[in-house]
């Protein structure tokens, strides 16, 4: 400070005193200017020589990251377009095989409805026919006994209004065929 104090007492009689006159507020100082611009120049050039490549290497794996990134979309896009017409095309033909066993089913169904109900209907006949025969033979063999039941009884009645037994075989079975037919005459008649 001392020597500061001495320039300045030095220089109280000369008019060449540096920072005594004001400075410019538009215009800096020549030498603030120059160093400034060393300066500039400086990080200017490590930026151009070593920030600037990098990030410009960056920008581009982003925008091939980007870009792939949009590529391989399009084409999961498109994989997963075509995958769904296989599916859809696939749904389709199963639909369609579907329908098709189904009316193959109804087919068969009524296949199987008309033979079962040929056979119940050939059952039926059967059952029927077997029943109308039984029914035929039980109704000969019961008029057979009721004609032996009813010769009996026709012996025995005309036996006693005779007063005299037909012991006699043939006069027996003459009494009891004259008797029946005149039974079915009466019958007939009616």
């Known amino acids: 400070m001392t020597n500061v ?5 030095a220089a109280e009689g000369s008019e060449d005193i540096p920072f005594t006159s004001e ?3 538009l215009f800096p100082a020549a030498y603030d200017v ?3 611009l060393v300066v500039f120049i400086i990080v200017f050039l490590l930026f151009w020589k070593y920030v600037l490549p990098k990030f410009q290497e960056v920008l581009a794996e982003r925008e091939d990251q980007i870009k792939g990134g949009i590529e391989r979309a399009q084409a999961a896009q498109a994989e997963a377009s075509a995958a769904l017409e296989k599916n859809n095309a696939e749904l389709a033909e199963a639909r369609a095989e579907a329908a098709a066993i189904r009316e193959a089913a109804r087919a068969k169904g009524k296949e199987i409805e008309a033979e079962s109900r040929e056979r119940a ?11 109308e025969k039984q029914l035929l033979a039980s109704r000969e063999q019961v008029v057979a006994e009721l004609r032996n039941d009813l010769g009996q009884n026709s012996i025995n ?9 037909l ?3 043939t006069r027996r079975s003459n009494t009891i065929d004259s008797f029946l037919s005149e039974l079915d005459n009466v019958s007939t008649r009616k």
């Open 157 to 165: 009645l005309a036996e006693r209004l005779l007063g005299t037994e």
């Open 121 to 131: 209907e050939a059952e039926s006949k059967r059952i029927v026919e077997a029943g």
């Open 23 to 25: 400075p410019s507020i």
């Open 5 to 9: 104090n001495e320039f300045l007492v």
């Open 34 to 36: 120059v160093w400034s």
């Open 167 to 169: 012991s006699d075989s």
